[in-house]
């Protein structure tokens, strides 16, 4: 069975930092491209930062750019998003998804995601 878990959320300040994991089972991690999506409470699921496989390219959406990096352990099966400079508005679920078979390109649109995490919260305080 197909498993992506995530964690590493957590309550921190504005201008902190944290770390999100996600942990993919199974051939899940081979040949994916793999993407962090958010979703705040009342609003629609947006993307955040997506990585090629096996790990060449990265996106991000303008509102993270240049404070998160998305990178990926293909040994140990893991993706993270690092988080720095963190604002209130960053408060979200975070989920993390899998693209089977990606062929070494990258998505932004969570239809074309497979497989998904149950969510992991990160709630930044002003």
């Known amino acids: 069975q197909v498993q992506l878990v995530e964690s590493g959320g957590g309550l921190v300040q504005a201008g902190g930092s944290l770390r999100l994991s996600c942990v993919a089972s199974?051939?899940?991690?081979?040949?994916?491209?793999m993407g962090w999506f958010r979703q705040a409470p009342g609003k629609e699921r947006e993307f955040v930062a997506t990585?090629?496989?096996?790990?060449?390219?990265?996106y991000y959406a303008d509102s993270v750019k240049g404070r998160f990096t998305i990178s990926r352990d293909n040994a140990e099966n893991t993706v993270y998003l690092q988080m720095n400079s963190l604002k209130p508005e960053d408060t979200a679920v975070y989920y993390c998804?899998?693209?089977?078979?990606?062929?070494?390109?990258?998505?932004?649109?969570?239809?074309?995601?497979?497989?998904w995490g149950q969510g992991t919260q990160v709630t930044v305080s002003s």
């Open positions: 990585i090629t496989w096996p790990g060449v390219n990265t």
């Open positions: 998804a899998a693209r089977r078979y990606a062929g070494g390109y990258y998505y932004t649109n969570g239809n074309d995601f497979n497989y």
């Open positions: 199974g051939r899940t991690f081979s040949n994916s491209a």
